[in-house]
């Protein structure tokens, strides 16, 4: 089951398919939706939601809260009363990153979205980058845009060696060992087209934390997708904490040799057509 049903579903692309270009609407960029997954994030929401919409004229924000105790979805809600762009997804509970973003891509899709951003709400993602995110999937030269730490242009800024050395090398285990091209697999700065997004199967993403990142990816190139990287400077956290912990990782580790040994035993994602 794809993230849409299948009477929803946009037609499915491939690496090799000529995507038209998609048009920036004199309204600005009505048609991309960005999906904000937010637990705790009061001090930072209003900020980066004003950043958002500034940096994208005519897109609409979906703010997914999962419960957050610190009257985040609450005040999600004042801003989307003051904003019909703004839209809220309230969940019970904290459920994992994964999981709030498949939800919100449901909702995105659904609501009629041609380029689904994904992105963090504690300004680690500078919003001034988002043009220059969607601007592949928007002129047809991309499926999949992800913002590179790790690309010609990139780096990170206020991290430490262990910090920096955890991350590098988490991209550069998923990468080796699921065979994929990108340099940055476990960023989460993104820009999709929605074909694209509707197209992978949401009932087999067994990843609920970060490594979500690395799993979406790879199913996206297994099913033909055209992924490439822009250059963005990822800045910790201006407020709050941060979601890291050990946990996190070791999930990702598993869950890297998971997908590669479910490939080797044929169960792996396929392209549509392929048997």
Known sequence: MSILPEQQRPPETGA??????LPVESVGYAGTWVVLP????????????????AALPGCTLLVVDDGSPDGTGVMADRIAAANGLVRVRHRRAKQGLGRAYLD??????????????????????????LPSLVGPVLDGRADLVIGS??????????WGLARRIISRSGSLF??????LAPNDLTGGFKAWRSATLASVPA?????????????????????????????ILFRDRLAGQSKMSRRIIFEAFFVVLSLRWDELRGRGPKRPGRS
């Open 16 to 21: 090799r398919d000529a995507a038209p270009a």
């Open 174 to 179: 998923a990468r080796t060992v699921l065979r």
């Open 38 to 53: 937010t637990y705790n994030e009061a001090a930072n929401l209003e900020a980066v939601s004003a950043a958002i919409l």
């Open 104 to 129: 919100g891509f449901r909702v995105a899709l659904a609501g009629g979205a041609e380029v689904v951003v994904q992105m963090d709400a504690d300004w680690s993602h500078d919003p001034a980058a």
């Open 203 to 231: 009932d087999g993403i067994r990843a609920g934390g970060y490594v979500f990142q690395i799993e979406m990816t790879y199913r996206a190139t297994r099913l033909g997708a055209r992924v490439t990287e822009v250059p």
């Open 149 to 158: 730490r790790y690309t010609a242009g990139g780096g990170t800024a206020n």
